[in-house]
Structures are given as C-alpha cells and as structure tokens.
C-alpha cells in the first residue's frame, strides 16, 4: 500500500496534465472514434460510447485527483503509525535504562567488601553478595551526602 501511493501528487498531476492535454486537443478523440465510426454500432450504444470517449480525460482526471487525495490521506496515517511505533520503541528502551540507573543507584548506596566476610574470596565487581557462598557484602550504607 505505501508503496502504491508513495509517488501519488507527481504521479497524480502528471496523469492530470497529459487528460487535460487530450481533453483540450481532441487528440484521443479523434484517434478513438474512427475506430467504432467504421464498426457496425449504432444508434443508443453508439452515442453511449461516443459520449464515453469524449468525456474519457475528465474521468481520468477525476480517477487521478481521487488518487492524490488517497495517496496523501494514507502516507499521513502511515508516518504517524510509523511515528507512533517508533516512540513506543524509544519509551521501551528509556524504561531499561532507566530500570539499569535505579539499580545502579542503588547498588552505589552501599558500601561493599573487597573480601567476603564468611569465605574470605574476592568481591566480584558490581556484586553486592559474595559469588562463592552467597554471603552479604555489604559493610553498610553510605550517607546521603557524601555520594
Ligand atoms: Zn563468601
């Protein structure tokens, strides 16, 4: 659908200017009629499609500015639909991050020790429990004011 209507003004007004071309110069016209003049058609359905033919650029006309207003009314919609799913994606990706900095805080409340407590083993980095057995490292909370 996107792809149908991408290029519907240019595309649109070409389509536009070349039956308004036809329509003015009688062009398509006098190309068309001769062919059912020398069919055997006659009377009502002759005049019908007389009629048809002359008036065939208006239709087009009106086909083509129906297309433009179609067009455009769709690629509104389909850049807000585009907007919106893309500001869903950045709201989901700002409340991880913001998630990741809560817990970072947190974690930056505590004084923690280099070695556990319980076992003796080496804090791993950003671990507020001792990854060997479990035990807490936390020595106590800082204060407020000296972050
Ligand atoms: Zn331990």
Redesign the pocket.
């Known amino acids: 659908m996107e792809k149908l209507f991408r290029h519907s003004l240019p595309v649109g007004i070409a389509g536009i200017v070349v039956n308004i071309f036809l329509f003015v110069t009688n062009l398509y016209y006098e190309l068309v009629v001769p062919v059912i003049e020398n069919s055997s058609l006659e009377g009502a359905v002759f005049h019908f499609l007389d009629a048809l033919i002359f008036y065939t650029p208006v239709i087009f006309m009106v086909l083509f500015a129906a297309y433009i207003v179609a067009g455009q009314l769709y690629m509104k919609k389909f850049h807000v639909r585009k907007e919106v799913t893309e500001t869903e994606k950045l709201m989901v990706k700002n409340a991880a991050v913001q998630e990741a900095l809560n817990e970072k805080a947190e974690f930056l409340k505590y004084e923690y020790y280099t070695n556990?407590?319980?076992?003796?083993?080496v804090r791993v980095e950003n671990t507020s429990v001792?990854?060997?057995?479990?035990?807490s490292l936390v020595i106590r909370k800082r204060d407020e004011e000296s972050n």
Do not use: E, K, V
Request: aromatic share 8%.
């Open positions: 556990c407590p319980n076992c003796g083993s001792c990854s060997f057995c479990g035990a």
